[in-house]
C-alpha cells in the first residue's frame, strides 16, 4: 500500500509541474494577443485606403492589368498558406490547413493546376510528410510578423502573377489564413487577392455604391497599377500575417487554459485517490497492531493456565 501512495504523490508533484507551465504559457499567450490585436488595428487603415486607391484607378481607365482584369481561361492558381511555427495551439493549424485543402481541391475541380506557397513549419511539415511540392516556404516569424517579412513573402508571388503561364506564372493568387474574430472565436478564411473584383475591392474599402471622382493618371493609369501592385499585396499578405498570428496566441490561451483546468482536475482525483490509500495504509497499520496485541493477549492467557 505504501508503494501505491509514492506512486500517486509522484505523478501528483509532476503534474503539478505541468500545470504551472501551462499556466504561464496562457499568460503569455494572453499578453501576445493585445500587442497582435493593436497591430491589426494600425494595418487596418492603410490596407483601407491601398484599396480605395485601386478601386479609383480600375474604375477610371480601361487598362488591362494583372491586379483588377480576369483571365478568360486561367489555367494555374497559386495558394498561400498561412500556419503556425509552433503547436499547443489546439486545432488552429490544423483548420488552416483543411480550410486549403478544400481551396485546393475546388481549383483543381475547376481545372486549374495549383502551387502551393507556405508560411509557417506546421504547413510544411504537413506537405513534407505528403511529399508534396511547396514552391517556396517560409518560417520562423509566425508569432511576431513584421511588414519586411510580409515583403519578403509577396515578392516570390507578385512576380509569379507578373509573369506569364507559359514561364511559370499563375493567373489567379489565394491566401488561406486565420482571421481573428474575437478571443473565443477564430475563423479559417480562403480570400482570392489577384485578380481583385472591382465589387470586392469597394466593399473591402468601403467605397460600396459610392460615386468615385475621376482622375487623370500620370504618366499612365498602367503605370500607377504596377506601382499599386506590390503595395497592396504586401499589405494584404501583412494583414493576414497579424491576423494570424493573434489568432493563434488566443488558440495558444485557450488551449493552454483548458490544460491547466484538467491538470487541476486530475490533481484533484488524485489526492483524493492518495488519501484513500492513505486511510487505507493507516486501517491495516491499525489492524495489525490490534490484531496482535490480542495473539499477545491470548498467548499470554494461555501461559497464565
Given amino acids: 500500500m505504501g508503494a501505491q501512495l509514492r506512486v500517486y504523490k509522484r505523478r501528483i508533484k509532476s503534474v503539478t ?3 504551472k ?30 484599396t480605395r486607391a485601386v478601386t479609383a484607378v480600375a474604375t477610371g481607365s480601361n487598362t488591362q492589368h494583372p491586379l483588377t482584369t480576369e483571365v478568360e481561361s486561367p489555367v494555374r492558381a497559386a495558394i498561400l498558406l498561412i500556419t503556425s511555427d509552433r503547436g499547443l495551439a489546439g486545432g488552429y493549424s490544423a483548420n488552416a490547413i483543411k480550410a486549403a485543402e478544400q481551396l485546393t481541391e ?22 513534407g510528410f505528403r511529399e508534396r511540392k511547396v514552391t517556396e516556404s517560409w518560417t520562423g516569424f509566425t508569432d511576431n510578423p513584421t511588414y519586411a517579412d510580409a515583403k519578403n513573402v509577396a515578392a516570390p508571388l507578385i512576380e ?12 489567379e493568387l489565394h491566401i488561406v489564413f486565420t482571421e481573428f474574430v474575437s478571443m473565443l472565436t477564430q475563423t479559417p478564411v480562403q480570400n482570392r487577392l489577384l485578380p481583385l473584383s472591382i465589387e470586392q475591392a469597394a466593399e473591402e474599402s468601403g467605397t460600396k455604391g459610392e460615386i468615385l471622382p475621376l482622375f487623370d493618371f500620370e504618366p499612365s493609369a498602367e503605370d500607377v497599377l504596377d506601382a499599386l501592385l506590390p503595395r497592396y499585396v504586401e499589405s494584404r499578405i501583412y494583414n493576414a500575417l497579424l491576423q494570424a498570428a493573434a489568432s493563434k496566441h488566443a488558440a495558444t490561451r485557450r488551449a493552454m487554459k483548458s490544460a491547466t483546468d484538467n491538470a487541476g482536475e486530475l490533481i484533484k482525483s488524485l489526492s483524493r485517490l492518495a488519501n484513500a490509500a492513505r486511510q487505507a495504509e493507516i486501517t491495516q497499520e491499525i489492524s495489525e497492531i490490534v ?11 494461555g501461559s497464565d493456565k
Avoid at 507551465?21 to 503569455?28: D, F, G, L, W
Avoid at 494577443?33 to 487596418?44: E, P, W
Avoid at 483543381?108 to 511539415?125: A, F, L, M, N
Avoid at 509569379?160 to 493567373?171: I, L, Y
Fill in 106 to 127: 475546388r481549383l483543381q475541380g475547376e481545372g486549374k493546376e495549383v502551387v502551393s506557397y507556405i508560411v509557417g513549419r506546421k504547413g510544411v511539415s504537413y506537405y
Fill in 21 to 50: 507551465i501551462t499556466k504561464a504559457m496562457e499568460m503569455i499567450a494572453a499578453s501576445r494577443i493585445v500587442k497582435a490585436q493593436r497591430q491589426v488595428s494600425a494595418s487596418t487603415p492603410y490596407a483601407t485606403e491601398l
Fill in 291 to 301: 490484531g496482535g496485541a490480542s495473539a499477545l493477549a491470548d498467548a499470554t492467557a
Fill in 17 to 19: 509541474a505541468t500545470k
Fill in 160 to 171: 509569379a502573377v507578373q509573369q506569364d503561364t507559359a514561364e511559370g506564372g499563375v493567373d
